[in-house]
């Protein structure tokens, strides 16, 4: 019987993040009521306050289902490519942007988090939080930019933080404009070749050299006088 009654709440609380997802889509973040929550489950809204505090709660519960695929992804390339993280990375990045296509939640998660999400309201901890993620992902990209140096794949020169702020701004727009326009662009079948160009740049772009920050400061100082 515990085990039913387990197996029966894990489901009930699936049933909710299903339901908040739909919701979130339909109305908005800001807009939608733990009560509409409630009926779009079939369930109590004490069911809900059995299984999360809030929105914000329910929100991110969603948001640590589809992205630990995610990281489950990123380390299985990096122990496919233990020797070539370049490699790993670009792996990596193909598949976030693919499934950003093919798989309906993440897609619908991203849709809600870029177009459908006001951070007012007790959502301001929902900010602050994600900003927190933010910065973790910037520490982590340069984690894996440095290893690429140090294996040789990309030049010692290279500016660490302009290319992981670069990367992650890269990543993000092409999914937001995509997902805001689908039809501007194949980013299932394009992804590999637009992961492709970014890591040619790089591997080549002249201005993600750390040498070149000091010539386009000195340039901004000339033009300024």
């Not at 894996?144 to 990543?171: F, G």
Request: hydrophobic letters at 40%.
């Amino acid at each position: 019987m515990g085990r039913k009654t387990k197996q029966a709440s894990l489901e009930t609380r699936q049933q909710i993040l299903d339901a908040a997802m739909q919701e979130f889509a339909r109305r908005g973040v800001s807009s939608t009521s733990l009560n509409d929550i409630a009926l779009a489950a079939g369930v109590t809204r004490g069911a809900i306050y059995w299984h999360f505090k809030n929105k914000v709660d329910i929100f991110n519960a969603m948001w640590t289902q589809v992205e630990s695929s995610i990281d489950d992804v990123e380390l299985r390339y990096r122990n496919q490519f233990p020797s070539e993280p370049l490699s790993a990375l670009r792996q990596t990045m193909i598949y976030v942007l693919q499934t950003t296509v093919t798989d309906p939640r993440r897609r619908t998660l991203l849709g809600i988090l870029f177009h459908k999400c006001e951070f007012v309201g007790d959502l301001v901890s929902l900010q602050q939080i994600h900003q927190s993620l933010y910065l973790e992902n910037y520490e982590r990209i340069e984690k894996i930019l440095r290893l690429c140096v140090e294996y040789k794949q990309l030049d010692k020169d290279l500016d660490i933080r302009l290319a992981a702020i670069t990367l992650r701004a890269y990543i993000c727009g092409l999914i937001e404009n995509w997902l805001f326009m689908p039809e501007a662009y194949p980013l299932e079948t394009d992804a590999t070749r637009l992961v492709d160009a970014f890591i040619e740049l790089l591997k080549y772009g002249l201005m993600m050299r750390k040498t070149c920050q000091v010539q386009s400061v000195e340039v901004s100082q000339t033009i300024g006088n």
